[in-house]
């Protein structure tokens, strides 16, 4: 991939946040105007948690958070020339000051980030709130020292789940079936059904299904309905796979230079930001289900007729066998001995204690 173009877009983010900081710390700012102006790279376009959360947070709630002592700018990454696997890099060197990184993405690279969204690990949102809560002191930790990056916020998109253009009963019947994934562990998990994952990344997942290069895909509930999946596919299972996490974070010399006040802000409102990222997500996810299927309750989608396939005992017991057999331990082989401790010391034993017995 040459990636000169899309350094140069992200440098130009690099000279605003120079144009920010010399605009923080100018002696002679006119009263009326900001004294700070952040640019800030957001997450997926198009979707509701960015539309309706990141991008009006960032364009109107902070000025009238701060009295209009501070603005900023947002641009959702996949428009802005940076690719979502340099992210975290990005941050990393400052040149992008504050953004949002797809965890299932910047795993590719960082291993131990993909250990809270493993395919299966999550059956649901309550689920992934608990293990969150155990994973977020070392995620802090880590991207501070390994990365140098604030870890500011962790946002989640709907449940993804399994959207096909053929019938099928279950998960056993995917053998042969070209899958869309978005990550290595669902590429683990669907190789392990038999089927044969395509890494796709978002923004080309429809042009995939259209092309016939894929017949299934994995994305988010209501995440597909957004973008008309729900027009070339038949059928959808409710078993979440993964959920899509983002993380927000900064870079740590540019965070340390914002004036105090403004870090006082941000650090009490990204919170609540987060939470309600979180309470949309856990709300799309039953919506985006009853919009491709096409019921009465579908308020804020595109009505469908899509088949909902049921997740069965038998589904969910083949899911939890393969993450125990193939997704987590090869995970722990891509992330060294280092995951293993991190597992024993973080999600380990809440996903000991909840999983059921392997099948006999």
Not at 157 to 186: I, N
Not at 234 to 244: A, D, N
Not at 282 to 299: Q, V
Request: hydrophobic share 40%; with cysteine; net charge positive.
């Amino acid at each position: 991939m040459n990636l000169r173009p899309c350094f140069r877009r992200a440098l130009a983010f690099a000279f605003a946040g120079l144009a920010f900081l010399a605009c923080a710390t100018a002696q002679t700012v006119p009263a009326a105007a900001p004294m700070a102006k952040l640019r800030v790279v957001g997450g997926l376009a198009a979707l509701n948690q960015y539309v309706r959360h990141e991008e009006p947070f960032w364009t109107r709630e902070l000025t009238r958070l701060t009295g209009g002592k501070y603005s900023a700018e947002i641009a959702p990454f996949d428009q802005s020339g940076v690719p979502g696997e340099e992210m975290l890099r990005l941050m990393s060197l400052g040149v992008t000051p504050l953004g949002t990184a797809l965890m299932s993405q910047s795993a590719a690279q960082y291993p131990g980030l993909g250990a809270l969204d493993l395919a299966g690990l999550n059956p649901n949102i309550s689920t992934l709130k608990k293990h969150l809560d155990a994973f977020r002191p070392y995620m802090q930790k880590m991207l501070r020292a390994q990365h140098g990056v604030e870890l500011l916020a962790v946002y989640t998109y709907p449940a993804q789940v399994l959207y096909c253009k053929r019938p099928f009963r279950g998960l056993q019947e995917l053998k042969g079936r070209r899958v869309r994934v978005s990550s290595t562990s669902q590429a683990d998990l669907m190789g392990a059904l038999g089927a044969v994952p395509v890494l796709v990344g978002f923004s080309q997942l429809m042009l995939n299904m259209q092309s016939g290069n894929t017949e299934c895909a994995i994305t988010g509930t209501m995440s597909g309905n957004t973008i008309g999946l729900h027009e070339v596919t038949s059928h959808i299972h409710t078993l979440p796979i993964t959920w899509g996490l983002a993380l927000f974070g900064a870079n740590v010399g540019a965070w340390n230079a914002l004036p105090g006040d403004l870090r006082a802000v941000l650090s009490r409102e990204l919170p609540k930001l987060e939470a309600a990222i979180w309470a949309e997500s856990e709300r799309e996810t039953a919506e985006g289900l009853a919009c491709n299927r096409g019921d009465a309750s579908c308020k804020t989608g595109r009505p469908g007729q899509m088949k909902e396939v049921t997740a069965s005992a038998a589904d969910t017991q083949l899911v939890n066998d393969i993450l125990r057999n193939t997704v987590l331990p090869r995970w722990k082989q891509r992330c060294h001995q280092q995951c293993q401790s991190v597992w024993d010391h973080t999600i380990g034993p809440l996903h000991e204690a909840s999983a059921p017995p392997p099948a006999r």
